[in-house]
């Protein structure tokens, strides 16, 4: 609660709970006051304006920290400090070296129902030729559920991150990995994402940018045109990797041939959706990273309109209708990897209850999946286009290393040379995010 200019007297707080269900414990409670005070320069002080007139003022403030700061231009006639103002917010970047750079903050309060909570945004920007962008943030306590989205230069949410690795309880830390960023401003948004237990009024925290290159190293993965591999028989190769961040972490391989190409995804949900949609049966598709277009399109049995967006809103996209039809495209770089959901409805406006049906399908243009390499930890973005592709990830808790194994069995015509990488890569299952660490070429020849 904030209160501006309070008259002078005794005041009252009431305090009650959200829910019919009582409470019984102890309420912590605080107050502040503050005084106004000068946080920049107006050029010129005052001035005389007769009646049609009108005057410039310079105006100049300077950020206290890194992050969002709201201020306010008061303006007056000399009559009363109340006339009235004008709301100035300004963004500071967070100060970025060879080295990286941080920031800090403070939470205030939790979330009454998810997405409902406490925001900050830090924005910074990443110098070309970085191997990798490293991104911490730590809480002084470990039961704040944060949910973190890491966001680049063409504002695609890249990594989506909890608190809560996996969905488990939350902790006190948060870590997103991206190799090879894109140079330019970077944008991380925090969000309080849960309640908070109420032991504490404030909650400190801290975040660390560093441009480290991943603990990523492989061992017997063909790089060269002059190996031949003979078709049909397996060659095993292995990843090690250690993890670095702040918090546990699920890594696996993902194996994937050069050239981007049309890819159906498989979709949940999509056929013979019922109108009205119901909250509870959204058709989705999981996009898989290096994605750079997403297509959907929906055919229904009365004219609709329909909206496409990533599991936590933005990116969204209004469809193109025309009758009975609709489709949505997003292009990006890279598009926000994860789960997009489709949302048709019938076109209104409407004179009776209207009912129908509609039939979905998307498509994406990606790397494809190489079905000659398999590997000990699975793949979990290959569910997006086949629903039996194994995933048993490695977890490695923050300091230790794991071996992922791969196998490498030639299936194309002899003499073929196959090139491709193998993403290694996180998934949180809290957000069905992750991150991006590296990729690791691959080349040989069919023999």
Known sequence: MEVHNPIAGTWTAVIFTVSTAPYFGPVKFSYSTENFHTAGTVSPSSQTLAAGQSGTFRVSVAASQAGDEGLKLHLGTGGSPADGSIPIVVRALVPVSASGGSFSGTLTGGANSFNAGQEFTYQFNVPAGQPSLNLGVRLADPDYGLEGFLIDPNGEPLDAQ???????????????????????????????????????????????????????????????????????????????????????????ADPRLNGKVPQLLLGSGVNNVTLPLSLTAQPNWLVPTNTNALAVGAQGTVPITMDVSWAFGDPDVLGLSFGNNSIAALTAPEVA?????????????????????????????????????TSTSGDA????????????????????????????????????????????????????????????????TVG
């Open 162 to 252: 909890t608190t809560a690795n996996d969905g488990l309880a939350p902790g006190p830390t948060m870590q997103f990995f991206h190799g090879s960023p894109a140079p330019g401003r970077w944008t991380l948004v925090l969000l309080v994402a849960l309640p908070v237990n109420g032991a504490r009024l404030t909650e400190p925290f801290a975040g660390a940018i560093s441009f480290t290159a991943p603990s990523v190293t492989g061992s017997g993965i063909p790089n060269s045109a002059g190996t031949v591999l003979p078709a049909g028989q397996p060659v095993t190769a292995t990843i090690k990797v250690t993890n670095t961040g702040n918090i546990s972490k699920d890594f696996f």
């Open 381 to 444: 973005w290959a569910q997006s286009v086949n629903a039996s592709a194994p995933y048993t990830p490695v977890t490695l808790a923050p300091g230790q290393t794991g071996t992922i194994t791969l196998t490498i069995t030639p299936s194309a015509p002899k003499g073929t040379v196959v090139r491709g990488f193998i993403g290694v890569d996180t998934l949180n299952l809290g957000t069905i995010s992750g991150d991006e660490l590296v990729n690791i070429t691959y080349t040989y």
């Open 337 to 373: 990897p994860g789960f997009f959901f489709a949302l048709p409805e019938a076109t209104g406006p409407f004179t009776s209850h209207t009912t129908g049906t509609v039939n979905l399908a998307a498509v994406v243009n990606t790397n494809p999946f190489d079905p000659a390499v």
